[in-house]
């Protein structure tokens, strides 16, 4: 098949969706493969390590997507690029269709195959293919990188003969990946850790890192579908907010994690939570683009009030974008050998993985989710 590799038009979108590694394993399994020219300057990959994999180079979007079969992207197509995109050929790439459901239409009336990567099912045997996993878990360690430059103080203790330093304490907010690798860093930087999930499963989690895991008696489970948090009770809000509080003013550096595929982010941490925290203090939103954890935040600003300063950074794992898409490559390849076998695009609808993912086919919208969105 034909695989055609654009590249990216989001301004903030430093990643390519194939790395020459993944393209060897490709043509040794005789597919083509053209890269757009420049794809990969943003992750540090030439047109010339591209033609040394066996890639050819299209010189622009119109030769690149001629008798293109297959198309690889990271970011969802633009409206503009929708309408390069040729009919009948197969799209895989993250498509945000639970934010903006309008882009399984205009991709159904194209006529293109699209697998939205944010939607392969959290199960074992999909896991070589979660791409959303693997970008998060560079997200979490980026964030508390950011955090560490931003807080003017040590992470770790020192013992010097001026005295000792007491090391730095930091609060993470959501074990998901993307928080438990953010626990994982501040550990590794020597900072003492405390973390919060409103799913108690992850107790086990945060604990076998090094970190302390903060109880709430909520009166209720915090488990949700497909292993992500639920909502809960205003009453089991409430008793959340008083000791989540209490332990911020004590803390240097909150992270905050706490964000599910196509929902507006929860509000974790309120204005009286931010003043109680102490003048020095720093807090990451890793959810800022999803509307927010931190009342306050603001995507890709730095805002202090009253000398705690909130950072909301934007696409963190662009900017690890060499190790990111190395990972996103592995992860798309592998789903794309789930879903075309002996050349042949092969859609199983009674699998799970192909249930899940694929969002347009045959000219319609194929997608639960996604059809009930657009009821």
């Given amino acids: 098949m034909k695989i055609a590799v654009p590249r990216e ?17 490709l043509v040794k399994a005789e597919h083509e493969v053209v890269v757009e020219t420049g794809a990969g300057a943003g992750s540090s990959y030439t047109d010339e390590m591209y033609r040394q994999a066996g890639a050819n180079i299209a010189a622009s979007s119109d030769e690149l997507y001629k008798d293109a079969e297959v198309i690889f ?30 882009i399984a239409k205009d991709l159904a009336e194209q006529n293109v195959t699209a697998v939205g990567l944010e939607m392969v099912p959290r199960i074992s045997r999909a896991q070589s293919m979660d791409a959303l996993s693997s970008q998060a878990s560079a997200a979490g360690y980026k964030a508390v990188l950011i955090a560490a430059e931003a807080i003017r103080k040590y992470f770790p203790m020192l013992t010097t003969a001026a005295g000792t330093v007491r090391p730095a304490r930091v609060f993470v907010l959501g074990a998901g990946v ?18 919060f999930d409103i799913r108690s499963a992850t107790k086990g989690e945060v604990e076998s890192l090094g ?6 008696d909520l009166g209720e489970s915090g488990e949700g579908e497909g292993g992500y948090a639920k909502e809960i009770s205003e009453e089991a809000k409430k008793r959340e907010h008083e000791v989540l509080k209490e332990v911020m003013s004590k803390c240097d550096v909150v992270v905050t994690t706490a964000a599910v595929p196509g929902k507006k982010a929860p509000v974790l941490v309120t204005e009286d939570m931010v003043a109680a925290m102490k003048p020095g203090s720093v807090i990451v939103d890793m959810a800022v683009e999803q509307g927010g954890n931190v009342v ?66 045959a000219g319609e919208v194929v997608n639960k989710k996604a059809k009930e969105l657009l009821a």
Avoid: Y
């Fill in 296 to 361: 306050g935040s603001r995507p890709g600003q730095r805002v202090d009030v009253n000398g705690v300063t909130i950072i909301g950074p934007i696409n963190l794992p662009s900017q690890m974008a060499i190790h990111t898409s190395q990972l996103f490559a592995r992860n798309i390849v592998t789903l794309f050998n789930h879903l075309v076998q002996d050349g042949q695009l092969t859609l199983d609808f009674a699998d799970e993985i192909t249930a899940g993912a694929v969002i347009t086919h």
């Fill in 211 to 216: 970190a302390k895991f903060i109880e709430i």
């Fill in 73 to 102: 992207k990271v970011r969802p197509p633009q409206k503009a690029e929708i309408g390069k995109l040729p009919q009948g050929c197969l799209l895989i790439s993250f498509l945000e269709v639970l934010r903006e459901p309008g």
């Fill in 178 to 195: 993307a928080g438990l690798q953010a626990i994982a860093t501040a550990r590794r930087l020597g900072a003492t850790v405390e973390a």
């Fill in 9 to 25: 038009v989001h301004p903030d979108e430093q990643r390519i969706a194939l790395v020459p590694d993944e393209i060897r394993k």
